[in-house]
């Protein structure tokens, strides 16, 4: 139980993080007209995110069927 929120927090940190750096690093369009953007860190962050929230709902569900069934 404990791991599976550990890996919860974890996703949402480094999603978190990806979007961050995604952010920092910008987007821009060259003389060309080419648009420079880090689209896998987009992503990457978005899919971490929403993962580690899956595994965290997941994971108090998980929780509060346990505590009903010991009651």
Do not use: Q, Y
Not at 26 to 43: K, M, R, T
């Amino acid at each position: 139980m404990k791991f599976l929120f550990f890996c919860a927090v974890f996703l949402v940190v480094a999603g978190g993080a990806c979007l961050f750096a995604a952010n920092w690093i910008g987007s821009s369009v060259d003389a060309e007209g080419f648009l420079h953007e880090p689209f896998a860190l987009i992503a990457l962050g978005s899919l971490s995110v929403a993962l580690g929230a899956a595994s965290g709902t997941f994971g108090l569900g998980i929780a509060a069927w346990r505590c009903v069934r010991a009651s």
